[in-house]
């Protein structure tokens, strides 16, 4: 079911002479996923820097990772009402912007961050998890970026809490 109308990504290129061109504008649906919350995957990077030259969509393909260890996952997140979602850790440097709604950030040494429309959250690696205390959906545009892994005192903190099938969405 959907909580907000499914968001429309607009990505611009060029033609065969270099001049500016739209080459995708269309809604991309927002999936149900077993995490309790659903997901969009608008874009995607395998590399770092990008390129533009080339023009192959990269939603054509299923993500398969909540990020990706090479490139960018630009990715909406829809939140029920009255949802708690997993802990979890992912290897990246992540963007939370709250677009629409409440929603609470947890981290796992009992922190709360209580964020509004416009807010940022910047994730460094860290465990977290989100709930949506509200009798409204949320919605937050997530922006995750190839990082290395935390390391503290000689051990590496990788990605948990997750099964990486429970995350994957796109690519129909």
């Known amino acids: 079911m959907s909580m907000f109308p499914d968001p429309r990504r607009i990505v611009t290129g060029h033609d065969d002479e270099g001049r500016s061109i739209v080459v995708a504008d269309s809604t991309i649906r927002c999936e149900p996923t077993p995490v309790k919350c659903n997901f969009a ?3 995607e990077t395998h590399q ?4 533009n ?4 969509d990269p939603i054509t393909t299923r993500t398969t990772d909540l990020s990706n260890k090479d490139g960018v996952v630009l ?3 829809d939140f029920p009402p009255n949802t708690e979602t ?3 850790r992912t290897v ?5 912007i709250l677009h629409e709604g409440e929603i609470t950030c947890h981290l796992d040494d009992g922190v709360r961050i209580d964020m509004k429309p416009g807010d940022v959250c910047v994730q460094r ?8 205390y509200t009798d409204k959906p949320a919605r937050v545009y997530f922006i995750l970026t190839a990082a290395e892994p935390v390391t503290i005192n000689g051990q590496e903190l990788g990605s948990e809490g997750f099964k990486r099938d429970e995350v994957e969405s796109g690519g129909h």
Do not use: K, Q
């Open 41 to 43: 995957v608008l874009y």
């Open 48 to 51: 770092f820097p990008a390129s």
């Open 53 to 56: 030259n080339e023009w192959i």
């Open 75 to 77: 990715r909406v997140v």
């Open 86 to 88: 997993i802990y979890h």
């Open 92 to 96: 990246s440097l992540d963007f939370g």
């Open 125 to 132: 690696g860290t465990i977290h998890g989100w709930t949506n």
